[in-house]
């Protein structure tokens, strides 16, 4: 069993940042893949980012590219969703998870491929 804890998560102007981890315990994020989804009010969930198990880092939704990173600790066993240029569409729940039945190059992009959920963490962009 995994648990995933996110924090970071709060209220910020736009234009700010914000720096959301994803802390792993139960099992190590090593050989899984990490993403982060987000999910805005009368809205599906949507894929944000993610990292394989071989550091293969990808950005995806055409609105956060250029302004979102993700980045993984392996010693401490957490992944990170750097947000700079905050917008309030940027405004959601933000939800990490972990992949460990699908081992490819890259991060799986859809939710039915990952394994654990966090609990997820508010992020509210003012305008």
């Known amino acids: 069993q995994v648990q995933l804890v996110e924090s970071g998560g709060g209220l910020v102007q736009a234009g700010g940042s914000l720096r959301l981890s994803c802390a792993a315990s139960?099992?190590?994020?090593?050989?899984?893949?990490s993403g982060w989804f987000r999910q805005a009010p009368g809205k599906e969930r949507e894929f944000v980012a993610g990292?394989?198990?071989?550091?293969?880092?990808?950005v995806d939704a055409d609105s956060v590219k250029g302004r979102f990173t993700i980045a993984r600790d392996k010693a401490k066993n957490t992944v990170y969703l750097q947000m700079n240029s905050l917008k309030p569409e940027d405004t959601g729940v933000y939800y990490c998870?972990?992949?460990?039945?699908?081992?490819?190059?890259?991060?799986?992009?859809?939710?039915?491929?990952?394994?654990?959920w966090g609990q997820g963490t508010q992020v509210t962009v003012s305008s």
């Open positions: 998870a972990a992949a460990f039945r699908v081992v490819r190059i890259t991060p799986p992009r859809v939710d039915y491929e990952y394994d654990y």
């Open positions: 990292i394989s198990w071989s550091g293969v880092s990808i």
């Open positions: 139960g099992r190590t994020f090593s050989r899984a893949a």
